[in-house]
């Protein structure tokens, strides 16, 4: 049974969770985070631009980025524009200063990739469960981040972290595991159990948020405060950037965008719920729609893959389409929703669903319009489709070590136990 809890007047709120702002280290990483992002932002940038854009004071940023040259995480380059004078030194990451494994966490598989400090992958490697026990996923993904150092030759000294995502409830900030509807594992400490055998440091979130860092740190959410990403495929995910701040919600149980409610009579979801959005836009949901189709005789062809679903409705089925035209409808429906909640500057969809192009995305954009709030002006918010890639897991999974390195102390939560020395 579901338990509302209603309290008047908190005691338990812990109004002291940040470290106060007299702390001269606290300011000292912001400063020092605020600098090194502002450098990957640019490429490559003169010391005097980062002052003026940071507004730090020059000696502030001379010390910084001398301690960042000593680490070895940026370098100087002497490639500035000689308009007259002495070519301004230039400073840009050193991408080889550091590396990062980010791993995605399969049903059946785990996918790994090496990747430099920019989330370029240099690696990877893939390695399939003989079963879905606890000893062999944790063998299988230390086997898997030990192949990729070891044939790459890396030294562990210069790996600043594991990151790992998949599908789940997960509480980050412990690396607990909370609930994996694929493997039935609740309350696992998987953090704790990789980190001690692997000694590195160790985070864990759910697939869709490392997808949301990559966004905030390398892609379209790139200094955006406020935006959304939603993914679509095996089933619909959401991940929420508030302030600057990915949002987890209590005990990392936000953004589960497709079991919110479409229709209460609707199909059976997997969840155990009727309607969710999920039953009307998943891969298995659009699937299950054209195999009744066909056994009822209005489809031409049975499909078994999502693959061939799109391709008879790009030659034309009218079956096949109105499946992609009812989904875009719907999950219109859903993001209506979402900008009459949030107000995003930016919505990102993205996933293995988005090859379904404009069979599903002009319903989806309609749909938007006809639901969403009159006065909300949701032609000013971008809503940006992602073209597929399939190395974005694992580079999100990277990028939950890497927004350690580039986000401010005061926009991370924290995990405990893990401290990456840079
Ligand atoms: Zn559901």
């Given at each position: 049974m ?12 812990n ?19 605020a ?9 490559s ?58 791993i ?98 160790v ?14 740190l ?42 919110t ?5 609707g ?21 299950k ?29 009218h ?34 669903g ?69």
């Open positions: 579901l338990y509302i809890k209603v309290t008047l007047f908190s005691e338990e709120r109004y002291m969770a940040k470290p106060p702002l007299g702390n001269r280290t606290l300011i000292r990483a912001i400063n020092r985070s600098v090194l992002n502002m450098i990957k932002t640019h490429g940038i003169a010391r005097t631009d980062i002052a003026q854009f940071t507004g730090l004071s020059a000696a502030t940023v001379t010390g910084i980025t001398a301690e960042l040259i000593e680490r070895g995480l940026i370098i100087e380059k002497e490639e500035g524009d000689s308009s007259g004078g002495r070519r301004p030194i230039l400073l840009a990451i050193n991408p080889s200063g550091g590396y990062v494994i980010g995605k966490l399969m049903e059946h598989q785990v996918i790994g990739a090496l990747t430099d400090l920019e989330a370029t992958i240099i690696a990877k490697h893939i390695e399939k469960f003989p079963d879905h026990s606890l000893g062999t996923i944790t063998d299988t993904l230390v086997g898997v981040i030990d192949k990729l150092l070891l044939d790459m030759d890396i030294d562990k000294a210069k790996l600043f972290g594991v990151g790992i995502g998949l599908a789940g409830i997960i509480d980050a900030k412990k690396g607990n595991l909370r609930y994996s509807p694929i493997f039935g594992f609740r309350d696992v400490p998987l953090g704790k159990l990789l980190r001690t055998r692997l000694e590195v440091p985070f864990i979130d759910n697939d869709v948020n490392t997808l949301t860092l990559t966004e905030q390398f892609g379209s959410g790139q200094g955006i405060d406020n935006f959304i990403t939603i993914t679509i495929g095996r089933g619909v995910g959401m991940g929420i950037v508030v302030n600057g701040q990915l949002y987890r919600g209590a005990n990392g149980g936000a953004g589960e965008f497709g079991h409610v479409i229709d209460p009579e199909p059976p979801c997997a969840c155990g719920k009727r309607g969710c959005l999920e039953t009307y836009v998943s891969d298995p949901a659009l699937l729609m054209a195999l009744k189709a066909f056994s009822d005789g209005e489809m031409t062809e049975e499909v078994r893959t999502i693959e061939e679903l799109n391709a008879l409705a790009q030659v034309g089925d079956t096949a389409r109105a499946i992609f035209k009812q989904a875009g409808e719907k999950l219109g429906i859903g993001i209506a929703n979402l900008f009459n909640i949030f107000s995003p500057q930016e919505i990102i969809i993205s996933g293995e988005v090859r379904a192009g404009e069979l599903l995305f002009e319903p989806m954009r309609a749909s938007i319009e006809q639901h969403v709030m009159p006065g909300l002006d949701v032609q000013d918010a971008v809503i940006r489709i992602d073209v597929w890639d399939d190395d974005v897991w694992a580079r999100g999974a990277a990028s939950l070590v890497l927004q350690e390195v580039f986000n401010s102390p005061l926009n991370i939560e924290k995990t405990e136990d893990n401290v990456i020395a840079f």
